[in-house]
């Protein structure tokens, strides 16, 4: 093989390595800022890209992508003269890589610089008190203002956080006497209430447990009434029953003796069989009427049929 072959071929691999390292492919969410002769040139998004050897180059490659910036905790003088330690907390973006490259000298520096001189303004405004209470503000005016500083930088803020608030050790030490004496304050409260709560239950099962029994007690009281009352009326018509049956049986014998037409005699005779069954009482003392007292001769008679009874028995 000749040296003039062997050249070519060394100068076909140089070319070819040359062209290769100058084809650039950009990724998803990157943005590449090119120059050509030390003068922006474009700017390259996803894809590929072939850059001119020698004459362009790469300046810088952006990311597109919501970046966290984590800031040392910043000394912050509040209104009433009390030194507090923010470190703060921003979420951006950059939106417009030219304006990133060539805007600003080290942004990220800008950026820490431009936080923590809006957060000595802001908490500047404002007494201890209300700056550990007013976060949401506080963050909301500092977004509002760092993306108004940055937009000339191609950058948005989206959002800023106070990540920590630490006052001096001498108000932490009031505060937490103080949480601490709220907390007690709170369960103190807690226990009445549920004392109370206690005697509320206590007494509510109480007066219902009273209702009930009197509930109780009037039913059977009523129930025992009820039954007085008909055992009363029982008896009542039990007794209207006997009665009217005796009547009865003294107007069936009345009535059949009506129908005999006893004469006189008949009727003394059962005078004196009612007085024979009075007389086998248990009574001590017998009142004869004056009509049966002159029958003493119908009294012999009548032993003497009594006697012809028995005998024919």
Known sequence: MSLKTI???????????????????????K???VERLGAFRAIWNVGLHFKVPFIERVAKRVSLKEQVADFAPQPVITKDNVTMQIDTVIYFQI???KLYTYGVERPMNAIENLTATTLRNIIGDMELDQSLTSRDTINTR?????????DPWGIKVNR???????????????????????????????????TKQSQILVAQGEKESAILRADAEKQAAILKAEGEKEARIMAAEAEAQ?????????????KLLNE??????????????????????????????SEIQGLAGLAASAKTLMESDAAQK
């Open 7 to 29: 050249a070519l071929i060394v100068l076909g691999i140089l070319v070819l390595i040359l062209v290769v390292s100058n084809i650039v492919i950009v990724q998803q969410s």
């Open 31 to 33: 943005a590449y800022v």
């Open 95 to 97: 939106t417009d890589p």
């Open 142 to 150: 500092m977004r509002a203002i760092l993306d108004e500083a940055t």
């Open 160 to 194: 800023v956080e106070l990540k920590n608030i630490i006052p001096p050790k001498e108000i932490q030490n009031a505060m937490e006497k103080q949480m601490k004496a709220e907390r007690e304050r709170r369960e103190s409260i807690l226990q009445a209430e549920g």
């Open 242 to 254: 006997a009665i009217l049956k005796v009547q009865q049986a003294t107007a069936d014998a009345l």
């Open 260 to 289: 005999a037409s006893p004469n006189d005699q008949v009727i003394k005779l059962r005078a004196l069989e009612t007085m024979v069954k009075v007389a086998d009482g248990k009574a001590t003392k017998i009142i004869v009427p």
